[in-house]
């Protein structure tokens, strides 16, 4: 019988050893309740490895009481252990909240959409010049380098440099001396000839006479003739040497031919100059009226030209480049007669009144042309329109929402846009604040941007 509970008996488990006491319990328990093929399997279980325990020298340290060791289970480790109460607790956690959450009876209410601060401007109507602006260069309309005519000694300069001078002022003088004595020269020159010319012409009254009583011969007076025709030319000559000498005279006296100003001067006086002297003397231009010539591409080229010819087409301003400031305004007075294959510009021409004298020749300065005009044109500040890959549009403001509106632009300069389709006057554009703006948005206006509130007061602004 014995051998057949045996048969049964599940094996003890793997790692656990029961000592003397917990086996007299079980015996006690078993035998109470009467399963005594339970007992028996214990029984047998406990036999081999009671007959382990009580062999060794560790038996004698327990105090008669031998206790098994303990040997962790390969399946229960200490991190297995903790992973699963770490699991368990999330678990109890998790459950709490969704109990919790599903308990509850008020709704969440949906998050409110954040109110964007944004700077507005109102939309004007007016009219708008269309302004273009080029470089130019600014040129005198008239410039004399001052060269001497003849070669001598220069013995004086009559005028400081910078002064203004007018036209026929005396500038400078040569030593005249030697110009003087050829004048003299060729003046006795003819005087003797002239002399000549008497007694010859009055030889050949007496022979035409003595010719009519047949005294001479017609040779004689043929030849006599022609003596006073090589007289009368030799003294035109003459009187052609006086009139070069009194030109080259002239020339030692230097005058201005025409009225501008001094510029620094090449040579001082006691300098032998020559009319071959690239240099020269000293320059003078005309600084008023004063010229700017500038550059204007052929898109634009018959647009500005037939603009030009209304009453206030032609009018342009110089504009300092670094201040921006208005230094001349004047008119367009002319057009080049072709266009540069090169560069695909033409040049032009205006003439501008410089009394304060701001522009100097040879300085860079940007031109501001008006080329057309918008009438009762739509204008908002140029930073409201927004470029957008369907084209520009607007943020319009309207009872503190903003709604995106696809605009047309017609004109646009430095600081305003003139709109052709899309909004209408007095509507209300943002400006500023674009970047957290979307169509549907609340926002509201911070600050008001002044300036732009009138953006035609701005339209004298270069544009394209």
């Known amino acids: 019988m014995a051998r057949q509970l045996t048969a049964v008996c599940p094996p003890p ?4 050893h029961i000592d003397d006491g917990e086996r007299r319990n079980e015996s006690d328990q078993s035998h109470e309740d009467g399963n005594a093929a339970t007992s028996s399997c214990r029984e047998q279980r406990l036999l081999p490895m009671r007959a382990k ?7 004698n340290l327990l105090n008669g009481s031998p206790r098994l060791s303990y040997k962790p289970s390969r399946f229960f480790t200490p991190k297995k252990l903790a992973l699963l109460s770490t699991v368990a607790i999330a678990a109890t956690i998790g459950l709490s909240l969704f109990a919790s959450s599903s308990t509850s009876q008020s709704p969440i209410a949906p998050p409110r959409k954040p109110v964007v601060p944004v700077v507005t401007a109102r939309a004007s109507a ?4 269309h302004l273009t602006g080029f470089v ?3 040129q005198s309309l008239q410039s004399s380098l001052i060269r001497p005519q003849i070669d001598g000694a220069l013995t004086q300069l009559v005028f400081n440099e910078g002064d203004l001078v007018a036209k026929g002022q005396l500038l400078a003088t040569i030593d005249d001396r030697p110009y003087r004595a050829a004048l003299e020269s060729a003046q006795a020159q003819l005087a003797r000839d002239r002399a000549q010319l008497k007694s010859a012409e009055s030889d050949l009254g007496r022979a035409k006479a003595l010719r009519q009583q047949n005294t001479v011969s017609q040779q004689t007076v043929d030849q006599q003739t022609a003596v006073v025709d090589q007289l009368r030319a030799t003294t035109a000559i003459d ?4 009139d070069m000498a009194e030109v080259n005279l002239s020339y030692t006296r230097i005058h201005s031919p025409l009225n501008g100003r001094v510029g620094l001067r ?5 300098n032998t100059v020559r009319s071959s002297d690239a240099n020269g003397l ?5 600084v008023s009226p004063i010229s700017v010539v500038f550059s204007v591409p052929q898109q634009i080229l018959a647009e500005l030209r037939a603009h030009s010819r209304t009453g206030a087409g032609a009018d342009i301003e110089a504009i300092d480049r670094e201040k921006q400031t208005v230094m001349a305004r004047g008119k367009i007075v002319a057009f080049d007669n072709q266009i540069d294959s090169m560069t695909g510009t033409a040049r032009v021409r205006a003439v501008l009144d410089n009394n304060n004298e701001e522009l100097s020749p040879g300085a860079f300065v940007s031109v501001k042309v008006q080329t057309g005009n918008s009438d009762n044109a739509v204008a ?3 930073i409201a329109v927004r470029p957008g890959p369907g084209g520009s549009f607007v943020y319009r403001v309207r009872d503190k929402v903003a709604e995106r509106v696809d605009v047309k632009v017609g004109y646009t300069n430095d600081d305003i846009a003139v709109i052709s389709e899309g909004i209408s006057a007095g509507d209300t554009v943002v400006v500023d604040g674009h970047s957290r703006l979307s169509a549907g948005a609340q926002v509201e206006a911070t600050s008001q941007n002044a300036a732009a509130d009138d953006p035609l007061g701005a339209k004298g602004a270069t544009g394209s």
């Open 136 to 138: 130019g260069i600014v």
């Open 53 to 59: 325990t009580n062999s060794g020298p560790k038996a």
């Open 239 to 242: 009187q052609a040497n006086i």
């Open 13 to 16: 488990a793997e790692g656990f």
């Open 126 to 129: 007016g009219s708008v010049p």
């Open 380 to 382: 908002v500040p140029k």
């Open 266 to 270: 090449q040579v001082d006086a006691g």
């Open 282 to 286: 000293v320059s003078v231009v005309q």
